[in-house]
């Protein structure tokens, strides 16, 4: 048996979490600072930084009380050490350095990316990670930074087959939730009003679909962009912004997030047959959307498992982090001179699958 300390800091959620030999979730303790954040309308990386640091001991405490261990107990560390916010990264690692330097414990970077993927693994049974009949995976992860289509296959090796050429889809609910004044994180409150609403009552477009009588360039066949919708949704209230009612709002909403839905899902469910997936894993925030979780419940192929992350698994948390470190605890060469780094990399890798 092997615990894992996962700590994560990446935006606007900090969370420290214990997994026992990668899948055990024992506790996983998330302190959201999104009531900070609700004022501006976004999330501010200082802010985010400051808040991390208040939040991160008392979160620690949590997660060890809940789990019943302490840090004697731990093999190694997993920490976030990007994609995310610079400042916000920074903090969570640094104080896993520190805790790491402390307890003498290997640090573990883990890419916030992998690891939400990884998210439709927690609380599983892992023997699905061996089994040649699980791959290729494709993964559709969805959350405010990404929007990606990700092929594994069962050695490991890993292709980004499509990405966000502009916004991602949750920046593109929060941002048409903050067009809507309905306040912040977008996504669930566009699910809210939306539940109300009629998706049919508007046709915003598809970008990048084939559709509206415009082919998708050849390079673009799994690519997404949400800022053409962002821009007709825009356009929308301002031709209609004599007759604001509750209605039109829901309305409005319900058929914003149906342009999403559908553009999401029929990707993924496109990608999944062209490259016989036999495993699709939907992840990320916006993966806690109930109409495009029935959706792609709906559209998956019969020969195809749908694996979709418990929605506590798809925001941002570190029973994800301290999952996928796991895998690569044997693996790394412990060293507490890691960056950050805000970017995502190129993906050729998954470190979960080692192979079978
Ligand atoms: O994965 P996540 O917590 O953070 C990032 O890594 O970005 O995703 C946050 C995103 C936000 O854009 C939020 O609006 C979206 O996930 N989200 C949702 C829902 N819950 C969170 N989007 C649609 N429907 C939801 N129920
Ligand atoms: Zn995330």
Redo the contacts with the bound molecule.
């Keep these: 048996m092997s615990l894992i300390l996962g700590i994560e800091s ?2 606007d ?1 900090t969370s420290v979490a214990v997994v026992e030999d990668g899948s055990r979730v024992l506790s996983n303790v998330v302190a959201t600072q999104i009531q900070r954040h609700a004022v501006f309308g976004g999330v501010v990386p200082e802010l985010a930084a400051r808040e991390h640091l208040i939040a991160l001991m008392p979160v620690l405490e949590a997660a060890l009380r809940e789990s019943g261990t302490t840090l004697q107990d731990f093999s190694g560390i997993g920490v976030t050490n990007g994609p ?1 916010l610079m400042p916000a990264l920074l903090v969570g690692l640094n104080f896993a350095k520190g805790l790491s330097a402390a307890n003498n414990l290997p640090l573990i970077p883990t890419n ?1 990316f992998i690891a ?1 993927i990884y998210g439709s693994f927690l609380d599983e049974d892992l023997t699905i990670l061996k089994e040649s009949s699980t791959y290729p995976i494709l993964a559709l992860v ?5 929007s990606s289509l990700l092929l594994i296959n069962d050695d490991g090796e890993a292709r980004q087959i499509g990405f966000t050429i502009d916004d ?4 593109a ?2 941002k048409a ?1 903050k067009l809507l004044n309905l306040g912040y ?4 409150v ?2 809210k009003t939306a539940s109300r609403g009629n998706p049919k009552a508007f046709n915003f477009p598809r970008p990048l679909t084939g559709t509206a009588g415009k082919a998708t360039p050849p390079e673009h066949k799994y690519n997404f962009s949400f800022s053409g919708i962002k821009t007709a949704l825009l356009y929308h209230v301002k031709k209609h912004q004599n007759e604001l009612s509750e209605d039109f709002i829901s309305d409005t909403a319900a058929s914003f ?1 149906e342009a999403v839905v559908d553009v999401l899902s029929r990707k993924a469910v496109a990608a999944a047959r062209e490259f016989s997936a036999r495993t699709i894993i939907l992840c ?3 993966a ?3 109409p ?1 979780r029935d959706r792609m419940k709906l559209l998956c192929p019969h020969q195809t498992t749908l694996r979709i992350a418990q ?1 506590k698994y ?3 948390n570190a029973a994800m982090v301290a999952g996928l470190a796991w895998h690569s605890l044997q693996k790394i060469e412990p060293a507490l001179g890691v960056d950050a780094f805000a970017r995502l990399p190129v993906i050729t890798r998954v470190p979960f699958i080692s192979g079978l």
């Design positions: 990446s935006c959620e995310g916030h939400h969805v959350s405010g930074g990404h991602a889809a949750g920046e609910l929060d939730a994180p977008g996504g669930p566009i699910q997030q990320g925030g916006v806690c959307n109930q495009l929605p798809c925001t941002d």
